[in-house]
């Protein structure tokens, strides 16, 4: 079981923890750092233009293409994660360029959390089509698998088209990782079809219950290699009660999960590191001293 960590402080909502409303780049760093040296294998950071003022999902949102550009100098094993990057705001080779370029910076450090998007203020505000999404996104899919890891690509769809473009740098994995966002059966239809893994919302957010998530991909022959990330629907406490997390390992075992986006109670910075590393110690990870 692989554990990610959904970041603290790139995005602000609810009830969080003072001491992440005044974080900034050195509390940033510490974390990322210390996720790397204990053996985590990526951190998120979402993807949000401009929102709403008083959105119940928060208002503060860093940009996922600086923040890990930045970090990928601090770090050495970590993979970046945009959860999720949404698919209609971007021309595919927009993605292919930016994201591949750091991928290349990173040693080939980047996965793709990709959605259809569902908040229409901000699809409105960008000019993008909203009601044809779903197909927008699932054209742009096969246009980013397509231009993602080649100097020259191609592709034609019924969206997206272009011929012999070069893209330099682009990514440097053959495959980049493209994890489908969303808890609809129709976005776990999309991601084994069109994807290498399935990372559904966060069960506080609407996302399947283990039993439910085990039920869904036992309708699937799922591809070989094929992740599927469970983020709890709780603040784990490792280092209070390392029984419960032992027990929500083993619980997204059986739901079929290869990847835990974790998410732990904390009240100060200190505390956070202290929780990253209760958890590694009950998870086994590869840490490195």
Known sequence: MKVGISSPIVALAGRRPAWEAAAGTAELVRVAEAADRLGYAFMTCPDHVAVPPGLPRGERFYDPLATFAFLAARTGRLRFLPYV??????????????????????????????????????????????????????????????????????????????????????????RVPLWIGGHSERALRRAVTLGDGWAPAPQS????????????????????????VLTPGERLDPAGDPGRSAEVIATAEEAGAT?????????????????????????????RE
């Open 205 to 228: 957010f609407g996302g399947p219950a283990p039993e439910l998530m085990r039920r869904m991909l036992g309708r699937y022959d799922l591809p070989g290699g094929f992740d599927v």
């Open 259 to 287: 990847q835990i986006n974790l998410t732990v109670r904390h009240e100060s910075l200190a505390h956070y590191l202290e929780q990253l590393e209760a958890f590694a110690e009950v998870a086994g990870l590869d840490r």
């Open 85 to 174: 990057l949404v698919l209609p705001f971007y021309h595919p080779l927009e993605i292919a360029k930016r994201y591949g370029t750091l991928d290349h910076l990173s040693g080939g450090r980047l996965t793709l959390a990709l959605g259809v998007g569902n908040l229409r203020e901000e699809f409105d505000l960008l000019g993008v089509p909203f009601d044809d999404r779903g197909p927008r996104a699932d054209d742009a899919l096969g246009a980013l698998r397509a231009a993602l890891s080649g100097r020259t690509v191609s592709y034609e769809g019924p969206y997206y088209a272009f011929e012999n473009m070069v893209v330099d740098p682009h990514a440097v994995q053959e």
